[in-house]
């Protein structure tokens, strides 16, 4: 099967072989760190997220929002054209923008805390600013991760239920999540977590129920994940929620998602 049919059926691939050198990582995992000491190259400081710029938990998850605002490699990373082509060709597009990264650093869990966890979701109650659900993520593993240092876990076919579960105040507890699905008659809740070799990276459409639990190992597990949105998706003001880019790029009803905010990542020139 194709990535294209797979991505179609299943609603996320992952990409196995590294894309990026141990040299590149390094790069990358420097740039992290830069970011989380609150250095940026740009002088630009990110949007802030969960747990961040203050660090209030030291065993929580700590999400930083457009960390590409801060330059260096991290940002690279985010713009990676390679990564934008098989993005737009996985969701059949002819072009994807940047619409927000988050860099993710999930601390070891010491205790039985859920503050490492990201509940299940779906990314698209979020994003209902937009017309379509036509948006992906490319989740960067910047260390090895596996299932036990709380790697991403996604339900297969789940982008085709529709809109499967209510957008929560990020619950942290798996199961309660869970059980808030509204799993479609015939269809079942299946889990397939998404180990990566550092520098292999899984992609998930907007739609796709995803999520992680803690961090059991003694060592940070290190991600970015980059948000791109469809050539074609527009601003609408229909839906009922914002969205915090609104707040740094706002948009009238109809408007693509261009300018600053929205650099293109790749975009068929012979289209
Ligand atoms: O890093 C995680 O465990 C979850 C990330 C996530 O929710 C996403 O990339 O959409």
């Known amino acids: 099967m194709s990535p294209q049919n797979f991505f179609e059926n299943y609603g996320y691939w992952i990409e196995s072989e590294p894309l990026f050198s141990s040299q590149d990582l390094a790069e990358y995992r420097q740039s992290m760190n830069d970011i989380m000491n609150h250095q940026y190259e740009s002088g630009r400081e990110p949007m802030a997220g969960r747990n961040w710029p203050a660090r209030e938990d030291l065993q929580g998850m700590v999400q ?5 605002w801060a330059g260096g490699a991290i940002s690279r990373l985010s713009l990676n054209r390679q990564i934008g082509q098989m993005a737009a060709q996985l969701l059949q597009v002819n072009g994807v923008y940047m619409w927000h990264d988050q860099l993710l650093y999930k601390p070891p869990a010491r205790s039985r805390t859920l503050s490492g966890n990201v509940g299940w979701h779906q990314d698209w109650n ?48 798996m199961d309660k999540t869970a059980s808030e699905v509204k799993i479609p008659r015939g269809e079942k809740w299946e889990i397939v977590h998404c180990e990566l070799q550092a520098g292999a ?20 597990r290190l991600g970015l994940a ?9 601003y609408t003001n229909q839906g009922i929620y914002s969205h915090s880019n609104l707040k740094v790029c706002p948009r009238k009803e109809g408007d693509l998602f261009r300018g600053h905010q929205h650099p293109v990542i790749w975009k068929n020139d012979t289209a």
């Open 64 to 68: 930083i929002n457009n960390a590409w």
């Open 201 to 220: 990276v899984s992609f998930h459409h907007a739609k796709t129920i995803h999520g992680s639990g803690p961090n059991n190992s003694d060592q940070p």
């Open 126 to 173: 979020y994003w209902q600013v937009c017309d379509h659900a036509d948006l992906i993520t490319a989740w960067v593993a910047l260390n090895d991760v596996n299932t036990q240092n709380g790697a991403m876990m996604v339900i297969p076919g789940s982008h085709r239920w529709g809109q499967a579960m209510e957008a929560s105040e990020r619950t942290l507890e």
């Open 226 to 234: 980059i948000h791109m949105v469809a050539d074609h998706v527009r």
